[in-house]
């Protein structure tokens, strides 16, 4: 079999099974949560004063009152009708058209069989503080009449549910009339587009004075925002509402009545997240770009404002269009700064989270409905983003560096004055943590007193939570950086016909997909026996390894296109085996590329919040959770703050390493 001979085919099938299994199904089964429901469920409680309902326990299914704490009915479109009567304190009588038959299932559960539905029986008595004694059993005895005397507690709220199953809409239109949900939606949407248009006008700003204009420092600047692009999501929230909160640093010194806290504040934190990724890429695609077009409009005339927005912009929006869109992603499904600095903001990422895990209000449906919403949006933006390049042009048939606009010293100061205060605005949340994790804490509130017993409680409470989030980051980069490689090569070099576009798609599906709803999917999926990974170790690196592959795989990709398959074809020639060439050839010539990829994915992995905000579960608590979970508690910010400057070694040593040996490389190719 040709399977068997081609080992590319063999890993190919592999690992689109696995990207199946892992990335797609657990989407699939969000999706199926969303649109199949139950039958729906009533609910009454029996005290000593009789019978009553609880319309908040109750779904899908009318009350009706027949006598005042005697005699209920409960009715449902189709035909069901079903009426309860109290026999005493610890009984009542159900009475239906058609006979009602009882049984135990091998679970335990007492069902009820009328005509075609089948009833779930439960419930759920009260005791008291001091009582050891079990309450009664829920039992059933079928009477002659067909009627049924339901046996239970005292005080008990009994609970009937239609288990069955059928195709429904019903998620949808609540989401989409619910006043709740459609103010989530519309503030995450507001807040996404608000945020990323002030992060472009900083980003794209700063990176055309970089590209275009010949300012001092341009490769310290690039490092810095580089440095300011991989900070974690929540360091942002957390250092502005210590600044500017209702009882912050700033806010307390001036004795000003303001707080960030707020619709505002979420926009102005988000917005100083996301610009560096605009700024990166806008300033890739200005440096790209080629002179003779600048030189065409000069010479026809045109001033240089109006090169630059006829010429300039316009030829660097591939960058620029690209950028917002990852900025809009990121601001869409960011979790933690509208749970610090949010106050009562509700977005989807929160509302998707609470709905799913949370002890009061719990509503599983919603929060795959919201899931599904919040994909849908995703993958409008990608569209939009796709369909707009699409429509355009921009490619150049030779290229040939475009120089930097000579400075006078004082327009060098000026740029230079541009750039600080941006940068300066960038890192305030990173000086903001390094200075108050060297001061004294008191009542939450910092002392003007230099102090180390910050480090020295972190350290006295274990170092669990880093050793969590380096094995996670060492693990997860490696298992990416492998599989990238691999799968980039099938991509580029063996172009299965039905594989490898199946096999793209998949891959770069976690793109789109927030981490709140990648987190759900995976708990759905793998949540019961013979694949019960939920609250491991391994369903944290699954979700870092899906969630980062896209990065691995693309960076790959493009190193392997610069690649010529001539280097493959010679050592083919001279008998190398297929798996040697790529090993011992390709491999090593894509290893730039893939080392690229490999440090986005360990930087993603040990700064990821929204989707292990949803999968973790002790021990395996990595870093991001403890100092999330500490600024929502108003714990001791001191301790925090240390904490976060540990992550911050983690993030930016490996980063520093990377920009050396990238600088080491293109010495030795110089």
């Known amino acids: 079999m040709r399977i068997w001979r ?20 657990p ?14 469920r009533f609910s009454v409680v029996h005290r000593s004063a009789g019978l009553e309902p609880v319309p908040e326990m109750s779904e899908q299914f009318a009350t009706e009152t027949i006598e005042p704490g005697r005699a209920l009915s409960f009715s449902r479109a189709g035909g069901f009708a079903l009426e309860m009567t109290g026999v005493d304190k610890l009984a009542v009588r159900l009475t239906a058209a058609e006979p009602i038959v009882p049984s135990v299932g091998e679970d335990g559960k007492l069902s009820l069989k009328v005509g075609g539905q089948v009833l779930v029986v439960s419930q759920q008595a009260p005791r008291g503080l001091f009582n050891r004694t079990a309450p009664a ?20 709220y009994l609970t009937f549910d239609d288990t ?69 999501p929540f360091l942002g929230a957390y250092s502005w509402r210590l600044l500017l909160g209702r009882n912050g640093v700033i806010t307390n010194a001036l004795g000003v009545d ?17 610009f560096p990724v605009i700024f990166l890429l806008s300033y890739s695609a200005f440096r790209g770009l080629d002179a003779s077009h600048v030189e065409a409009a000069e010479s026809l005339g045109a001033n240089p404002a109006k090169a630059r927005f006829s010429i300039e912009i316009p030829l660097a929006m591939p960058g620029i269009i690209t950028g917002l869109y990852l900025a809009t992603m990121a601001a869409l499904s960011d979790f933690g700064t509208p749970r610090i600095i949010g106050l009562d903001i509700s977005v989807l990422p929160v509302l998707i989270y ?69 940068l300066f605005f960038a890192f305030v949340p990173h000086m903001t943590v390094l200075v108050t994790s060297f001061m004294e804490w008191r009542v939450g509130l910092p002392q003007l007193s230099f102090t180390l017993a910050n480090y020295v409680t972190m350290l006295k409470s274990g170092l669990g939570p880093a050793w969590v989030t380096l094995s996670l980051g060492i693990a997860g980069t490696a298992i990416a950086f492998a599989a990238g490689l691999g799968i980039a090569f099938v991509l580029v070099r063996k172009r299965y016909r039905v594989l490898a576009p199946v096999l793209s798609v998949t891959v770069m599906m976690p793109y789109v997909i927030p981490g709140t709803v990648l987190g759900i999917g995976l708990i759905m999926m793998f949540n019961e026996a013979p694949l019960l990974l939920t609250g491991t170790w391994f369903i944290l690196a699954l979700a870092y390894v899906i969630r980062n592959l896209p990065f691995t795989v693309k960076a790959s990709e493009a190193a392997l296109r610069q690649v010529h398959p001539a280097l493959d074809e010679a050592a083919i020639s001279l ?30 992995i040990v700064t990821e919040l929204s989707s292990t905000i949803v999968l973790y579960r002790p021990p395996w608590k990595p870093m991001t959770a403890v100092i999330f979970e500490n600024t929502l508690v108003d714990a001791d910010f001191g301790v925090s703050a240390a904490q976060t400057i540990l992550l911050m070694m983690i993030i930016y040593i490996p980063l520093y390493l990377v920009v050396r040996y990238g600088q080491s490389r293109r010495i030795e190719h110089a």
């Open 6 to 25: 081609d080992n590319w085919l063999l890993f190919t099938i592999v690992a689109l099974i696995l990207c199946i299994a892992t990335i797609l199904l």
């Open 575 to 604: 008998g190398a085996k297929p798996m040697r060439v790529f090993l011992t050839v390709t491999a090593p010539l894509m290893l730039a590329g893939a080392v690229t990829g490999a440090t986005l994915t360990f930087l993603h």
């Open 354 to 422: 609470t709905s799913f895990l949370s002890e009061a209000g719990r509503n599983p449906a919603l929060a795959a409905t919201g899931s599904v919403v919040l994909v849908a949006i995703s993958s409008l933006f990608l569209m939009a983003q796709q369909i707009y390049l699409a429509k355009r042009g921009f490619s150049v048939v030779s290229s040939r560096a475009l120089a930097r606009r000579p400075l006078s010293w004082s327009g060098k100061a000026c740029a230079l004055g541009f750039v600080g205060i941006i």
């Open 164 to 232: 069955t199953r059928s195709f429904t809409l019903a998620n949808y239109l609540a989401f989409f009339t619910g006043n709740e949900t459609v103010k989530a939606t519309v503030n995450s949407l507001f807040i996404s587009l608000t945020a990323t248009a002030i992060a472009a006008l900083i980003g794209v700003s700063l990176a055309y004075v970089i590209a275009r204009l010949d300012v001092p420092f341009t490769n310290e600047i690039v490092f810095l925002a580089t440095m300011a692009s991989v900070s974690p």
């Open 258 to 274: 303001f707080s960030i806290v707020g619709l505002h504040g979420v926009i102005w934190v988000i917005a100083w997240l996301v």
């Open 137 to 156: 059993p829920l039992t059933a005895t079928a009477s002659e009449n067909g009627s049924v005397i339901l046996n239970h507690a005292a005080n008990a």
């Open 27 to 40: 989407q699939l089964r969000l999706l199926s949560a969303s649109v199949i429901g139950d039958g729906g």
